[in-house]
């Protein structure tokens, strides 16, 4: 995808301290750059332009979920906070364990969230919970794959522009929120027929 001539890309030596976080992605670094820079960099092929497109899925995924009941809605939005956090605290980071451990408080949430829905404080469709369980297996599996840095660490340099395991985790994490969807939508239709004890 070369739409725009861009600038000359740096190797990982070269490269802006906040980018070296992965030692077996060689080449294709973008040089630091103006916002009218980096708004180029959308049509031309760099190391990093795979991930640009993954992270302006999550936006719109997430604009879709917020269709949800309030009570939902508010958990959502919780969530949404607690994944920007997370995400905050991942760029600063400068190694992989220390990236992961910015999303400790999301993992926190989600999982205080799958104990009330096992033991009985929270409802909703049984036929979910497998969902949800996915969901989380997916984005966990993400994060492993990127701080064990598969398939690069095996092959430094062929996976600089694609099929690392930055661009991996962010699959990953794009198919746990499908399913986090497919499990509210399941929800929500379990939540029409629900009648509450009495």
Same mark, same amino acid.
């Given at each position: 995808?070369?739409?725009?001539?861009?600038? *000359?890309? &740096?190797?990982?030596?070269?490269?802006? @301290?906040?980018?070296? =976080?992965?030692?077996?992605?060689?080449?294709? $670094?973008?040089?630091?750059?103006?916002?009218e820079e980096c708004l180029r960099s959308?049509?031309?092929?760099?190391?990093?332009?795979?991930?640009i497109y993954t992270h302006g899925a999550?936006?719109?995924?997430?604009?879709?979920?917020?269709?949800?009941?309030?009570?939902?809605?508010?958990?959502?939005?919780?969530?949404?906070?607690?994944?920007?956090?997370?995400?905050?605290?991942?760029?600063?980071?400068?190694?992989?364990? *220390?990236? &992961?451990?910015?999303?400790?408080?999301? @993992?926190?949430?989600? =999982?205080?969230?799958?104990?009330?829905?096992? $033991?009985?404080?929270?409802?909703?469709?049984?036929?979910?919970?497998?969902?949800?369980?996915?969901?989380?297996?997916?984005?966990?599996?993400?994060?492993?794959?990127?701080?064990?840095?598969?398939?690069?660490?095996?092959?430094?340099?062929?996976?600089?522009?694609?099929?690392?395991?930055?661009?991996?985790?962010?699959?990953?994490?794009?198919?746990?929120?499908?399913?986090?969807?497919?499990?509210?939508?399941?929800?929500?239709?379990?939540?029409?027929?629900?009648?509450?004890?009495?």
């Amino acid at each position: 995808m070369v739409l725009y001539e861009g600038p *000359r890309l &740096l190797d990982f030596a070269k490269a802006p @301290a906040h980018l070296q =976080f992965n030692k077996y992605v060689l080449t294709g $670094y973008r040089p630091v750059s103006t916002a009218e820079e980096c708004l180029r960099s959308l049509f031309y092929m760099h190391n990093e332009l795979g991930n640009i497109y993954t992270h302006g899925a999550l936006p719109i995924i997430y604009i879709t979920l917020l269709c949800y009941p309030a009570v939902q809605q508010t958990a959502l939005l919780a969530y949404i906070l607690l994944s920007a956090y997370g995400i905050y605290c991942a760029t600063t980071a400068r190694t992989n364990v *220390r990236r &992961l451990r910015a999303f400790v408080w999301q @993992a926190m949430f989600r =999982f205080s969230l799958f104990l009330f829905r096992v $033991y009985g404080s929270g409802v909703g469709s049984p036929n979910s919970l497998r969902l949800f369980v996915i969901m989380d297996c997916l984005a966990v599996l993400g994060g492993l794959v990127n701080i064990v840095q598969i398939p690069e660490r095996f092959k430094p340099g062929l996976f600089d522009n694609w099929g690392n395991s930055h661009q991996i985790m962010h699959v990953m994490v794009i198919c746990s929120i499908i399913y986090l969807h497919w499990g509210t939508l399941e929800d929500l239709a379990w939540i029409r027929t629900y009648q509450c004890p009495e």
